[in-house]
């Protein structure tokens, strides 16, 4: 068995927090064009939306906002109890554990809320273009897979 010292464990577990922040992360990249524009905006671009289809996912898309904030800034406050737990007790514990978990379990709510509003999204447009915001969204997750 490899003994990691303090420096390999502070490292190990930084790096296991940082990855986990990452993972959530990975969707909402996939979902952007190469330009950086989000698939809403593009959504707006490649679509021909009425004023109805715009309102509305106007406001779907501030209400997904308000949500996402919040939990990335409850994601924030989990890395800071793992780097505190780490700072601690530079080993695994279980209060380094914890802090995973709690890490864990905020990235995942980021990915399902963000998985949530592109259906929502998709809700709220007229069936004839919804087909095209499919092409969309598929389009962005296999770049995203690559």
Known sequence: MIRLGT??????????????????????????????????AFLHEKVQLDAAERAGLDAKEAAYNAQRLAIEERLKAANGKLAAAIQADPRWSPEVEAATR??????????????????????????KDRSAYDRILIEALKRGAK
Do not use: P
């Open 7 to 40: 420096f390999g464990l502070i490292a190990a577990a930084a790096l296991a927090g940082v990855l986990s922040a990452a993972a959530f992360t990975q969707l909402k990249s996939s979902l952007s064009t190469d330009s950086g524009v989000n698939l809403h």
């Open 102 to 127: 709690e890490v864990e379990e905020a990235a995942a709510a980021l990915q399902r809320a963000t998985l949530v509003h592109i259906f929502e999204m998709r809700d709220g447009l007229h069936e």
